[in-house]
């Protein structure tokens, strides 16, 4: 999936005062690309991604997707199966089922895409030996660590074989060799299966790998020399 941005903006109307998150951004992004986005934290990094992965609306601005497709004129339920079946999401707050397993969260957004019973269970299964949570299929999120539950969280994104997967910070509350494993899923993800992967981080050990990094500051996105 190839991704650009036309003058994209985002405000926040606060009543007596605006917010502006995103500020003009303009960016294209090719596939099989490992992107980092940095900056601190309120610098707009998790809105920018909320944009792109159409759960959210921009106030201003294009959002094209493979060139063509200009999303501001998708209707709602276009946008959803697009989320559903071309872009997988690791959330900040990793959003697991506290009721379901691990193998019930991965199969879930398969469910959704109304795929058959036994491919769901076949395709979940590989997909947490992947992560090297083959030992953990039938444990809640309660019952694991904090770096379980993020590889979870990357086999579920991974679930509908997406062209675009977008991260929000999937090593902020990870000790240092758990992030390290987690940065080297991430990167042989984009370059194995040939993916794109957009990451917001802190997490200067990501912008090492990263093919492409981007620094966000104050809504603006600038495009920093390798």
Do not use: C, W
Not at 23 to 46: L, M
Not at 183 to 211: C, F, G, M, P, Q
Request: zero cysteines; proline letters at 3%.
């Amino acid at each position: 999936m190839r991704i650009k941005t036309v003058d994209l903006t985002k405000i926040y109307d606060l009543g007596s005062s605006k917010i502006i998150a995103v500020d003009k951004v303009n960016f294209e992004i090719s596939g099989n690309q490992f992107v980092a986005i940095v900056g601190p934290t309120g610098s707009g990094k998790t809105t920018l991604l909320n944009l792109i992965g159409l759960n959210d609306y921009q106030t201003s601005g294009k959002i094209f997707i493979d060139d063509a497709v200009d999303v501001s004129f998708l209707s709602d339920e276009e946008r959803k199966k697009i989320r559903l079946l071309r872009i997988g999401f690791i959330f900040q707050t990793l959003n697991l089922l506290p009721t379901l397993t691990a193998l019930e969260n991965v199969e879930l957004p398969m469910a959704l895409a109304g795929k058959p019973q036994k491919e769901q269970r076949e395709n979940a299964i590989k997909l947490l030996e992947v992560v090297g949570l083959s030992g953990r299929l039938h444990h809640r999120p309660k019952e694991m660590s904090m770096g379980e539950m993020q590889r979870v969280a990357i086999a579920r994104a991974l679930a509908n074989n997406p062209e675009l997967v977008i991260a929000d910070e999937p090593t902020g509350e990870l000790d240092s060799e758990t992030a390290k494993e987690i940065i080297d899923l991430l990167y042989n993800i984009s370059k194995s299966k040939r993916r794109t992967v957009i990451v917001a981080t802190h997490d200067e050990k990501i912008v090492d790998v990263a093919d492409v990094v981007y620094v966000m500051r104050d809504g603006k996105l600038n495009k920093k020399d390798m």
